[in-house]
């Protein structure tokens, strides 16, 4: 069942050197700047896609029909999956707050891409699927971590958008 992602409007879609991004949603809230100065930490491509968060079921459905989808409600925000990237954005989320988890996944990518990274972080498995739903992994604190550093390179200032940012969010 690969056709009902389709009948959503592609809104914003650009390339930087190999990387693809698509955005699904109306929002835009990562700049062209943003997403340059992400996936040069990972040496470029990467395919980076943002849904709207209404879609989530139905992207996991089609990245992965042999998995069912079990997870509760926000459960996560993103994942990463070998070279792709797939963020999930709704009233929950701010730009700096996209941006930073895109920052997150980015540090996933470089675990997945650092032969030494993937030996600690991953000795049982490699390229598995990560999602943002463990932060007490030691894969999850790098990630955040890295995200942190990313994001205060980028700003200037320091900020983190965390998984209990991203909660106090949802609670409202
Ligand atoms: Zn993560």
């Known amino acids: 069942m690969k056709i009902p992602i389709l009948q959503f409007k592609l809104v914003n879609v650009f390339c930087i050197e190999k990387s693809r991004i698509e955005n699904w949603t109306k929002n835009n809230k990562l700049t062209k700047e943003m ?46 999956n070998g070279d792709i990237i797939t963020i999930f954005d709704d009233e929950t989320e701010v730009p ?17 891409r ?28 790098f990630a955040n971590l890295m995200a942190d550093t990313w994001y205060k390179e980028f700003n200037g200032t320091p900020n983190s958008f965390h998984r209990l940012w991203w909660k106090q969010r949802i609670v409202g």
């Open 35 to 80: 997403i340059d100065f992400a996936i040069n930490k990972v040496g470029g491509k990467l395919a980076i896609r943002i849904f709207p968060r209404h879609m989530i079921k139905e992207v996991w459905n089609y990245d992965k029909p042999e998995e069912s989808f079990h997870f509760k409600e926000y459960a996560f925000r993103a994942f990463a």
């Open 96 to 112: 700096d707050s996209l941006f930073w988890i895109l920052l997150h996944e980015v540090g996933h990518v470089l675990v997945t």
């Open 114 to 141: 650092t032969t030494a990274l993937s030996e600690q972080f991953r000795p049982m498995q490699v390229n598995r699927t990560r999602y943002s739903d463990n932060e007490n992994g030691p894969e999850e604190q």
